[in-house]
């Protein structure tokens, strides 16, 4: 394996989780940049706040993390994106998502275009490309990525901000695709997976039909479903005492993404990222201190059946 550091972006919405016990700062990318860089790589948001006092607390709150902000576009017109969020017993988040915000309104800048030709991996979902002018910076950023990038597709369907042409092209301008189980029948709809399929042929499918390199279905405490090129894995995920389920998918995905520029197998893939995204939710919050307990047994993951 390599011991080349890597740079991977979070590239899509930033926003501040409303709970009903106060603020935190949220969206996947950050999630995912956090998650990145406590794996040791670099990870790096690019998002749009506004030039508000949520805006200035994102990016004081992103510095405490460890992420620089010198790929956070500021709005003057919008407003920086919120979120209300309630959590049910069992753990599980709704959202409520403010629309017309400053994410809304990325632009393809030369610094962006300069990020875009110099990092390893971006992840990116379908939610931060709600509106024309993120989603036409979106579609910018992937394609001035150099030849061998990897682009990661992590669907996040949220409300009703999301269509079939949407799903298509971020699939068609990916290599990797994650999407959740609950998500999948939505996603298998729109894009015209045959009914009668099941989640192993969705994902054979998914990833023929979009020349995906991998196709990952999260089953949330009940594991995950990995179809590579020429292997496929499935793991039964880890036991723990769930906190809150917020920005485990997203801890899920920078490990899984770790090991895979560092061309390990699906199965440790999927071993590693289920490790990471259990870590998480036994925690509170998307963004928990670093625990090098944790993080070491993720980076040093393998699959059982390769030991």
């Excluded at 409300?159 to 695709?177: C, K, P, R």
């Excluded at 036994?282 to 993720?298: C, I, M, N, W, Y």
Aim: aromatic share 8%; hydrophobic share 40%; with cysteine.
């Amino acid at each position: 394996m390599s011991d080349k550091n890597y740079v991977i972006v979070g590239l899509g919405e930033l926003l501040w989780d409303m709970f009903p016990e106060g603020k935190q700062l949220g969206g996947a990318p950050a999630n995912f940049a956090y998650m990145t860089r406590l794996l040791g790589d670099e990870g790096i948001v690019a998002s749009r706040v506004g030039g508000d006092a949520l805006g200035r607390a994102a990016g004081r709150r992103l510095e405490r993390l460890g992420l620089r902000t010198s790929h956070l576009q500021m709005d003057p017109a919008h407003p920086t994106g919120t979120v209300k969020v309630a959590v049910d017993p069992t753990g599980q988040p709704s959202f409520e998502i403010a629309e017309d915000v400053a994410w809304d309104f990325f632009e393809w800048t030369s610094q962006w275009r300069s990020l875009a030709e110099r990092l390893d991996a971006v992840c990116f979902g379908s939610l931060a490309q709600r509106c024309p002018q993120s989603r036409t910076t979106i579609r910018a950023f992937l394609k001035a990525v150099r030849p061998g990038t990897t682009c990661v597709f992590d669907v996040n369907l949220r409300q009703s901000f999301y269509n079939a042409e949407t799903l298509s092209e971020s699939a068609q301008l990916a290599d990797i695709m994650k999407v959740n189980h609950e998500e999948l029948p939505v996603v298998a709809k729109l894009l015209g997976v045959p009914s009668i399929y099941d989640e192993m042929r969705a994902a054979h499918w998914l990833r023929e039909t979009f020349g995906l390199k991998l196709v990952c279905i999260t089953r949330g405490a009940k594991g995950s479903l990995l179809v590579g090129q020429d292997e496929t894995s499935e793991h039964p995920g880890y036991r723990v005492h769930v906190a809150d389920t917020v920005g485990a998918g997203d801890a899920f995905t920078a490990a899984l993404l770790y090991h895979y520029l560092r061309g390990a197998s699906v199965s440790t893939l999927n071993e590693a990222a289920n490790r990471m995204g259990a870590w998480v939710a036994s925690q509170t919050g998307a963004t928990p201190p670093r625990d090098e307990f944790h993080l070491e047994k993720v980076r040093s993951a393998v699959a059982v059946e390769e030991i």
